[in-house]
């Protein structure tokens, strides 16, 4: 009986692993020699952007891509895993978790799925480097807003110039000038 209780919970994490493959960034990395108290930090760190980190087991991660028909090399979960993994913010995940491991150099990042398709180690390198969202849509509606700006200005210098040209006359017609 307890053999089935315990098959039954396997399958449910096993069912739950798609909510962490299915992200838009997952990362995998191996954490041999981590302290409890630096993971913690990683974790902190990782929680601050909205993600999530889970140590999975292996065995169950194969049974998940084989259930999924996904054809996963198992040399990718082979020693101690962990999974950061982010929906929203999974380039900034990528920066923390490549910051620490530059770090604390007791990491080391493996590969991982952006927008679930498998990436090496030196794909999420190249990833960390991009923008996050927020600084690439402020690039976006400041490229965007530029040209309307020098637009506006273009349009209003003539009126501008000619309004400080009546300022003018009229001092000088005050003072008695000829015009």
């Not at 962990?82 to 995940?93: M, R």
Request: with cysteine.
């Amino acid at each position: 009986m307890a053999s089935e209780h315990i098959l039954e919970k396997k399958k449910e994490t096993v069912n739950g692993l798609a909510d962490i493959f299915n992200c838009s960034g997952v990362y995998l990395f191996d954490y041999r020699g981590l302290k409890v108290s630096e993971m913690g930090k990683l974790r902190g760190q990782i929680k601050k952007l909205g993600a999530n980190v889970k140590v999975v087991k292996n065995r169950l991660a194969i049974k998940f891509f084989e259930k999924e028909k996904i054809s996963i090399g198992r040399e990718l979960f082979s020693g101690p895993i962990a999974v950061a993994y982010s929906n929203e913010k999974f380039i900034e995940t990528a920066k923390v978790l490549v910051d620490f491991e530059k770090e604390s150099k007791k990491i080391k990042i493996k590969s991982g799925f952006i927008e679930k398709k498998l990436v090496s180690s030196l794909q999420i390198l190249e990833a960390a480097k991009l923008p996050g969202k927020e600084q690439m849509l402020a690039q976006l509606v400041f490229s965007i807003g530029l040209p309307l700006r020098r637009f506006g200005s273009a349009l209003s210098s003539p009126l501008t110039h000619m309004l400080v040209m009546f300022k003018n006359l009229q001092a000088k017609k005050e003072k008695g000038g000829q015009i």
